[in-house]
């Protein structure tokens, strides 16, 4: 039999996320399946763990594997204002998923900005600012702007948008991640308006159309650095989260379809003051802008296009395909190491590439960053930076 690997972990690390688990040491080394002499032996630094276990470790008290690498504790995690949710989510506290979700981004971007200071390339402060007293329209094309994105630029983008909407951010110093498993009744995307390296966390069981949205949506929240969850739904429970929502809804709806090229769209002007849209008509419009039909008969109803009563008759039908998404099984997919790839954005892998270039980190370090096994690695390079094998 082969000899187990050590993982060689930081033991204060881990006697520390099991306290924050709120795990007894009996209660954790039943979870991980091992016995609390081993485990109280790892914490005290007299033994190690197995690789597996380790990782066993990390899943029971749901933390990044590459946390137990650090040399102390990162800062104390504040869940953030929940927003808005679905309206038939109860509202208050965060599930103990999503809080497990928030606070695994805000420690991959702890770690983003080691790397950042490490590489003697600080990350540089987010200074795109915004107010709610701010006019929409003129945000959006300011948005536009400051993200160097030109209408040539959308209309090649077509079924591909998020991705290039989303490199785009990036490149701006935003970490933006993908998060699986979540039901869309939990959260649809999340922003942390933080001032250096600010986060984006978007829903990967939403269609792509709906990240786009969701993406531009909580960049303006970033913009008027309020933190928050964003569910489906216009029924806000308080003003000023509500205020926030619909201003959010508005830009990002200006942002993706500006209101010069909509209404100049020979499809648009061709319906005079017809107020009524086929699906056909509403799809073509959202191939165009690279957004859901959804998104463009909102956008028709901002500009005096179509009436409310008509958007809220086309309502019914969007939601039923929203909640058909959560009830969607999984059928295979690309490889593991494109899944995580698209989940941890390139920019951010890339950065913990350049960490192992400069021999900041080891390639274990690189496979606990990207959550990998380390035989995975060089697939993940490759496509991290677009080589071929």
């Given at each position: 039999m082969a000899k187990s690997v050590p993982a060689f972990i930081n033991p204060a690390m881990l006697a520390w996320a099991r306290d924050q688990a709120r795990l007894s040491p009996e209660a954790a080394a039943k979870a991980i399946a091992i016995s609390v002499e081993k485990l109280l032996a790892a914490e005290n630094g007299d033994a190690q763990l197995t690789f597996p276990q380790f990782l066993a470790a990390a899943n029971v008290y749901k933390r990044a594997p590459s946390l137990f690498y650090l040399n102390e504790p990162p800062a104390g995690f504040q869940p953030i204002q929940d927003f808005r949710k679905l309206a038939e989510a109860e509202p208050g506290a965060f599930t103990p998923d999503l809080t497990a979700v928030i606070r695994q981004a805000q420690e991959r971007r702890d770690l983003a900005l080691d790397l950042h200071d490490d590489l003697g390339e600080p990350a540089a402060e987010f200074t795109f600012s915004a107010t709610l007293n701010d006019d929409e329209e003129a945000l959006g094309e300011r948005i536009r702007s400051f993200l160097d994105v030109t209408a040539t630029d959308q209309q090649a983008w077509r079924a591909k948008a998020f991705?290039?909407?989303?490199?785009?951010?990036?490149?701006?110093?935003?970490?933006?991640?993908?998060?699986?498993?979540?039901?869309?009744?939990?959260?649809?995307?999340?922003?942390?308006?933080?001032?250096?390296?600010?986060?984006?966390?978007?829903?990967?069981?939403?269609?792509?159309?709906?990240?786009?949205?969701?993406?531009?949506?909580?960049?303006?929240?970033?913009?008027?650095?309020?933190?928050?969850?964003?569910?489906?739904?216009?029924?806000?429970?308080?003003?000023?989260?509500?205020?926030?929502?619909?201003?959010?809804?508005?830009?990002?709806?200006?942002?993706?379809?500006?209101?010069?090229?909509?209404?100049?769209?020979?499809?648009?002007?061709?319906?005079?003051?017809?107020?009524?849209?086929?699906?056909?008509?509403?799809?073509?419009?959202?191939?165009?802008?690279?957004?859901?039909?959804?998104?463009?008969?909102?956008?028709?109803?901002?500009?005096?296009?179509?009436?409310?009563?008509?958007?809220?008759?086309?309502?019914?039908?969007?939601?039923?395909?929203?909640?058909?998404?959560?009830?969607?099984?999984?059928?295979?997919?690309?490889?593991?190491?494109?899944?995580?790839?698209?989940?941890?954005?390139?920019?951010?892998?890339?950065?913990?590439?350049?960490?192992?270039?400069?021999?900041?980190?080891?390639?274990?370090?690189?496979?606990?960053?990207?959550?990998?096994?380390?035989?995975?690695?060089?697939?993940?390079?490759?496509?991290?930076?677009?080589?071929?094998?």
């Open positions: 991705d290039h909407w989303r490199a785009k951010i990036e490149a701006r110093d935003v970490l933006v991640f993908l998060i699986p498993g979540l039901p869309l009744t939990e959260m649809r995307g999340v922003a942390i308006a933080e001032s250096r390296l600010p986060l984006i966390l978007i829903n990967s069981k939403d269609r792509t159309n709906g990240r786009t949205f969701t993406l531009l949506h909580e960049f303006c929240h970033l913009a008027v650095r309020a933190s928050g969850v964003s569910g489906f739904g216009t029924d806000e429970r308080r003003a000023d989260a509500a205020r926030v929502e619909q201003f959010c809804n508005a830009v990002a709806a200006a942002a993706l379809v500006p209101k010069d090229w909509l209404l100049s769209e020979t499809l648009v002007a061709r319906k005079g003051s017809e107020k009524t849209w086929a699906d056909d008509e509403l799809a073509a419009l959202a191939v165009r802008f690279g957004v859901s039909r959804e998104v463009v008969l909102r956008r028709l109803l901002t500009l005096g296009r179509t009436t409310k009563a008509f958007y809220d008759s086309r309502r019914p039908a969007f939601q039923k395909e929203y909640d058909d998404l959560d009830s969607k099984k999984s059928t295979g997919g690309p490889p593991r190491h494109l899944v995580v790839l698209s989940q941890l954005g390139r920019s951010y892998a890339q950065l913990v590439f350049q960490g192992y270039y400069d021999r900041r980190l080891t390639l274990r370090d690189v496979s606990n960053y990207l959550n990998m096994q380390v035989k995975s690695v060089p697939a993940m390079e490759q496509a991290t930076f677009g080589l071929k094998g």
